[in-house]
């Protein structure tokens, strides 16, 4: 599976992103699929996921109410709505996948398959 994301960029604190993620060579009803960060001195942080099943939709607390995460598998591709951006939000955004299911979705090492990664910075 090839994960390719996008939508990535340099707003002010306030305004929205949308990103993107296409996977190739898999179906992506069959993964779940998640969103992580990195800012830059700080380590991989879970963003959201989206489980294969609809019931499974966690948010990091930080997040919540802000960002909403989605998923269109008829076109293969997950998406993180990104509403009322804080400088604080500023990293490289990841999407990942992972084929087996787990209660704890929220850590990276569960995912096999990952992005390039997409820049977002919010200025103030």
């Known amino acids: 599976v090839q994960l390719q994301a996008s939508g990535g960029g340099l707003v002010q604190a306030g305004d929205s992103l949308r990103l993107s993620c296409v996977a190739s060579?898999?179906?992506?009803?069959?993964?779940?699929m998640g969103w992580f960060r990195q800012a830059p001195g700080k380590d991989r942080e879970f963003v959201a996921v989206a489980g294969w099943s609809a019931d499974k939709i966690y948010y990091r607390d930080s997040v919540q109410g802000r960002f909403t995460i989605s998923r269109d598998n008829a076109k293969n591709t997950v998406y993180l709505q990104m509403n009322s951006l804080k400088p604080e939000d500023t990293a490289v955004y990841y999407c990942?996948?992972?084929?087996?299911?787990?209660?704890?979705?929220?850590?990276?090492?569960?995912?096999?398959?990952w992005g390039q990664g997409t820049q977002v910075t919010v200025s103030s």
């Open positions: 990942a996948a992972a084929i087996l299911d787990s209660p704890i979705l929220w850590m990276s090492k569960l995912y096999e398959y």
């Open positions: 060579g898999g179906a992506l009803s069959t993964l779940n």
